[in-house]
């Protein structure tokens, strides 16, 4: 690897400092003059339709100066999600919003609304929608085949299999395969066909999806609490009915997101047309109650699985089926996911995949970190580890003997071939063993100490990380410093930072010599991924190395031109470009800088690449004549698709008297390429553990059936792990194999994702084992699963029910 | 008129004095800037329906809160909780409300030392209590708390929503052990969810913090 100074090395991104004295903004700290205060009238029916709604007695409410309707907003074609609606498809879901000078006026004008509302049927549980008779979550059908809302019913006969506690197998829109299925089996040592459950789960980022907006000349300032900032751009024109010239989008702080913020969030629009009409600055703070509703949540999954091994625990063949709980809107492809990434995590010899998503009355589903992955690492991590168990092979041993290795190949969601740019995933496993002990650790299992019998597991997860082909846009200004735009988004993960330290590495700039712009579009931002889907490690290292390159090239240029010679004689070191043969001969960055403003043309961007985004046009035309300004498409080598893959491996404690289970230790390690920052990515690592393990233990919705009503809506009911469920006595353990990725400058891949499944993967496979090899095949798994498996005892609810 | 002679309690009626009603008195005070109260909010200014029926009960309004080590003036409602105080009417928005319902600890202060919920603390029990918040940390050379110092030091917390109710209940904890076992840590930080799970950094943070304030 070569000897950098910044790439893998420790420092504090230089938002740490508003953030600990609180003077960091985030969406709701804003003020602007005259600003008013939104609430919303949400429906208090999981389906429903407003019969009518007379807002009259409302907008009489001294204070009271806007109210918003379904009617007033742009259509929405189905299956998609409009900020208001005439026909709630979920309960929370908001119907009409009111702003008015204070939050408490809005709250009286939202009562004082008179809205009749006709119930209608509405479903929880997919499988109750599939039955012959079984109601549709939407009036217009039950699933989404091709964009288009279609109802599919199974037999009587299909359902037959329920009552073997096996998943029904019925008619599915979508199904690809490869190999030869049946020879697969044929071949196995050990087949097993199971059937499991893993459920829906709230994104709960600490900070709701509040937004506040003004109107100023024709443009529209917003500040969101979004993930992206580049990308979030263009959907907020549309919902202001603008064009992205006239967006000024403010978010250098965003409370989290986990995927439920992408790119901006149905209910933008709200604060955005209130503000319009009122010609006001608008408010709408999301409460933590409105959050648990509109929200998003990782669309839980119904699954059966047959998967035959051979003696080693090779994989022969795969058949997955997946029933998908979709929410009432969207398309979500979680369910194809699942597959793709068991395809590519266990790289079966055979497989098919098959699936459905069906809808339910229940909050609307988006990407949660690792979507579809983590639901298929979490159902099929028990299932491998039950295999190694019944073959009597090491369990850590089966995932190295079907890991991806090389260019390895795996199928798309739609069954298209593809390959991976690079995986040592067994060298991940070899590492994790090692920081984790794992031989002597298992030593352990079963081991009973009064009440408590100790239990080891370890999962394998795999996910995406990391797209290609963004632009890089860094100005030297003849202030002698570097600053670096970037159009990504803060939402914790840092990195806006980390990604950054491409450029100074490119140019050997100091770091503190450097000032990185971001999360506000009026200081020039260039076209960025997403900020999600762990693209933007990747992605943007690639960037902004692309940025620093063509003005390190520039900077020898301008040198050549002034002091002779060829461009390729001069070093650019210690913020000098110079004369290799005599480093006395040369200019210091800031006379280049100036120097290169004189030249104009390429050197300070009047003259830009042609094959750059037009927002990195129009951003780079602005700040033409600043400076020498690097700018450059990613057009690096692509080898395959860029993917990370977490091993994770822990130790719990069964106390088989009360249920309770208690995480004693965890340790993960990750294949993502070359370490950017080694804090950042310990924290990506062990936060993404940490929330695998609220998949395993803790999370869940629990809804009244009888009512279709939300009951588990609080942090204490669905409640994601606090720093007393996990070990503290010492720190938790973390490690990266740190090998470059060979088809990437610098060699870093995304890590954001797969510690996901890791976490809940290696969890419940400790609990089985701590039972001796007693699966529940569910998340989460609750004392009372333990106290009534031990006791031999019927289950409180079937194996595959929904919400309970 | 200085602001320390605003009269400090509201009748059911608009009684006179002087000349003066109390209610257009403190009106008067609020807008002429002597006492702060920026932005409306949950707290209705006397425009909304309720201000054609007489106040419930007689309540004190403008008030004296000790925030910071400063004496603030501040017009507060009956039913106003100090988180709303404190982001809404003194501006000190690095206190986050994260659930609003004593949940997630985002808006934990420290109120005489010990940390609370300010979400779920009403402003007008608070009154003579010295009041301490994120901002308060810092001191005015810049110098930062060895809590925020060690969390900079150890890039801790991701994206730190929660994080200045974790830092002041940290330094409330340091304050009373400054030899804190990473378990001590953990039990005194356990009223503080962060959802980015950043759990093991902010411990690392902790134990730093630890070792800057015993070597202070």
């Known amino acids: 690897m070569p000897d950098y100074k910044l790439i893998g090395k420790n420092y504090s991104t230089s938002d740490l400092v508003a953030k600990v004295t609180g003077r960091a903004k985030y969406a709701e700290d804003f003020r602007a003059e005259g600003m008013l205060f939104t609430k919303l009238l949400s429906s208090p029916m999981p389906h429903a339709r407003v019969r009518s709604l007379n807002t009259r007695a409302a907008e009489r409410i001294p204070g009271v100066e806007a109210i918003l309707t379904a009617d007033q907003l742009l259509s929405v074609e189905a299956p998609n999600e409009a900020a208001l609606t005439n026909e709630p498809l979920y309960e929370g879901e908001p119907i009409a919003a009111v702003a008015a000078v204070d939050e408490l006026t809005a709250a009286e004008a939202v009562e004082r609304i008179q809205v009749e509302l006709e119930p209608l049927p509405f479903s929880l549980d997919p499988l109750d929608s599939l039955r012959p008779n079984g109601p549709n979550a939407r009036s217009d059908g039950n699933t989404v085949v091709d964009g288009e809302v279609k109802t599919i019913k199974w037999t009587e006969t299909d359902f037959a299999e329920l009552a073997q506690g096996r998943l029904p197998m019925g008619e599915v829109p979508q199904e690809w395969s490869y190999g030869d299925l049946d020879a697969g089996f044929a071949e196995a040592e050990l087949v097993l066909d199971e059937t499991a459950f893993n459920q829906s789960l709230s994104h709960q980022p600490l900070e709701t999806r509040t937004c506040m907006a003004y109107w100023q000349n024709g443009k529209v300032y917003v500040h969101p609490s979004v993930q992206s900032t580049a990308r979030s751009v263009g959907r907020i024109a549309r919902y202001a009915g603008v064009s992205p010239d006239d967006v000024v989008l403010i978010n250098e702080y965003t409370g989290g997101g986990f995927g439920s913020k992408g790119s901006g969030y149905p209910q933008i629009p709200i604060p955005v047309l209130l503000s319009k009409m009122t010609g006001k600055p608008v408010m709408m703070r999301v409460t933590r109650r409105e959050e648990n509703f509109i929200g998003r949540a990782r669309p839980g999954i119904q699954a059966r699985a047959k998967i035959g091994f051979r003696r080693d625990g090779r994989i022969t063949a795969m058949d997955l089926f997946v029933v998908q709980d979709g929410g009432p809107y969207g398309a979500s492809g979680d369910y194809l996911t699942a597959a793709r990434i068991a395809s590519l995590a266990y790289q079966p010899l055979a497989m098919r995949a098959r699936g459905i998503s069906i809808y339910t009355n229940t909050p609307p589903r988006g990407a949660q970190r690792a979507p579809g992955g983590v639901q298929g690492i979490t159902v099929l991590s028990p299932v491998m580890d039950s295999a190694a168990r019944q073959l009597g092979i090491d369990r850590a041993e089966i995932l190295k003997v079907n890991a991806p290795k090389g260019q390895a190949s795996y199928r798309e969601r739609n069954g298209d071939e593809s390959h991976v740019t690079s995986a040592f995933v067994r060298e991940a496993i070899d590492k994790g063993m090692e920081i984790f002990n794992w031989r002597e650790r298992q030593a352990r299992s079963g081991q009973r100490r009064g009440s408590k019998v100790t239990g080891t597991g370890v999962a394998l997860s795999s996910y995406s990380a990391g797209s290609t082909g963004m632009d890089g846009l860094i100005v030297l200004k003849p202030d002698g410093k570097l600053y670096i735009h970037t159009g990504i988004g803060n939402l914790g993960t840092e990195s806006v930072w980390d990604t950054s330290r491409a450029a100074a590495e490119a140019l050997d700039m100091p770091w503190e010599k450097t000032e990185v712009v971001w999360g506000n579009t009026s200081r020039h931002l260039p076209w960025s991924a997403s900020q999600g889907g762990s693209q933007t490690t990747h992605a943007h290292t690639r960037s902004n190395w692309a940025a620093g390159l063509d003005a390190k090239r520039k900077l020898q240029e301008v040198a050549a031109r002034d002091l002779g010679e060829d461009p390729d004689a001069y070093e650019v070191a210690n913020e000098r470009v110079y004369r290799r043969s005599n480093p006395s001969q040369g200019m210091s960055f800031a006379q280049a800088a100036e120097r290169a403003i004189e030249l104009g043309g390429r050197y300070d961007g009047h003259e830009l690449p042609e094959d750059i985004n037009g927002m990195t046009v129009k951003s780079a035309t602005a700040l033409a004549g600043l400076g020498l300004m690097g700018v450059a498409r990613d057009n690096f080598e692509v080898g395959g698709r860029s993917m990370s893959h977490v091993v994770g491996f822990a130790e719990v404690e069964v106390d088989i008297e009360t249920g309770k289970i208690k995480v004693l230790d965890f340790a993960a390690c990750a294949d993502c390429g070359t370490i950017l920052h080694p804090r950042n990515l310990g924290g990506q690592i062990l936060g993404g553990v940490i929330q695998g393990i609220g998949i395993a233990l803790s999370q869940k919705w629990v809804f009244d059936r009888r009512w279709g009503l939300l009951v588990a809506k609080k942090f204490y009911s669905n409640r994601p792990p606090g720093i007393l469920d996990l070990p503290h006595h010492e720190p938790m353990k973390w490690a990266a194999v740190d090998i470059p990725d060979p088809f990437s400058p610098i060699g870093a891949r995304g890590i954001g994702e797969p510690p996901v499944g890791a976490g809940s993967g290696a969890i419940l496979c400790a609990i089985a084992d701590a039972l001796g090899g007693s699966y529940f095949n569910r998340s989460p798994v609750s004392a009372d699963m333990i106290l009534t498996e031990l006791e031999r005892l019927p289950a409180a609810h079937d194996l595959l029910m929904t919400h309970v | ?216």
């Open chain 2, 1 to 216: 008129m200085a602001s320390g002679e605003i009269i400090e309690t509201i009748g059911t009626t608009d009684k006179t004095n002087g000349g003066v009603s109390r209610r257009g008195f403190i009106k008067g005070a609020i807008a002429s800037g002597a006492a702060v109260s920026s932005s409306a909010y949950v707290f209705r200014e006397q425009i909304g329906v309720l201000a054609q029926s007489p106040a419930l009960g007689a309540v004190e309004r403008l008030i004296t809160l000790n925030v910071n080590g400063q004496s603030r003036r501040v017009d507060v409602a009956k039913q106003e909780t100090l988180v709303m105080t404190l982001r809404y009417k003194l501006g000190l928005t690095g206190t986050k409300i994260g659930c609003d319902r004593a949940e997630c600890g985002s808006c934990t202060v420290l109120i005489d030392g010990l940390p609370h919920y300010a979400c779920s603390v009403l402003t007008h029990n608070v009154r003579g209590r010295a009041i301490q918040t994120i901002e308060g940390l810092e001191r005015p050379d810049g110098t930062l708390h060895p809590v925020q110092q060690a969390v900079v030091d150890e890039q801790g917390f991701q994206c730190a929503f929660c994080m200045s109710g974790f830092i002041m209940s940290a330094t409330a904890l340091l304050e009373e052990n400054p030899n804190p076992t990473r378990t001590q840590a953990a039990e005194a930080l356990s009223g503080n969810l962060c959802r980015c799970a950043d759990y093991n950094k902010i411990l690392d943070s902790v134990m730093r913090a630890a070792e800057y304030t015993r070597g202070a």
